[in-house]
């Protein structure tokens, strides 16, 4: 069983930064395909972006270009930095964990408002 605890949401000015972290316990972390979703309300959840036990990366073609999501094998952890942060980032964002037997696990998310 993974346990995932994300930290560094807020609120932000449109513009501005944050830097989100993800805590993975439970498992062996190198092994983990990690990722960020984040909902709206009233939106469907969605991912924003991953990086793999290789850590080869995708993203939301909207966060392209402001946003970067890393790992760090050694402390377990995953980051998304957030740059350019625009209104429509606003949303509860979530790591993910994935592991070799597809189990999906999830944190308990946290807030990130961009205000315009």
């Known amino acids: 069983q993974v346990q995932l605890v994300e930290s560094g949401g807020g609120l932000v000015q449109a513009g501005g930064s944050l830097r989100l972290s993800c805590l993975a316990s439970?498992?062996?972390?190198?092994?983990?395909?990690m990722g960020w979703y984040r909902q709206a309300p009233g939106r469907q959840r969605e991912l924003v972006g991953r990086?793999?036990?290789?850590?080869?990366?995708i993203y939301l073609e909207a966060v392209k270009g402001r946003f970067a999501i890393s790992r760090d094998n050694a402390k377990n952890e995953t980051y998304l930095q957030m740059t350019s942060l625009k209104p429509e980032d606003t949303a509860v964002y979530y790591c993910?964990?994935?592991?070799?037997?597809?189990?999906?696990?999830w944190g308990q998310g946290t807030q990130v408002t961009v205000s315009s």
């Open positions: 993910n964990a994935v592991d070799q037997k597809r189990n999906a696990f």
């Open positions: 990086v793999n036990r290789f850590s080869s990366t």
């Open positions: 439970g498992s062996i972390f190198s092994n983990l395909n």
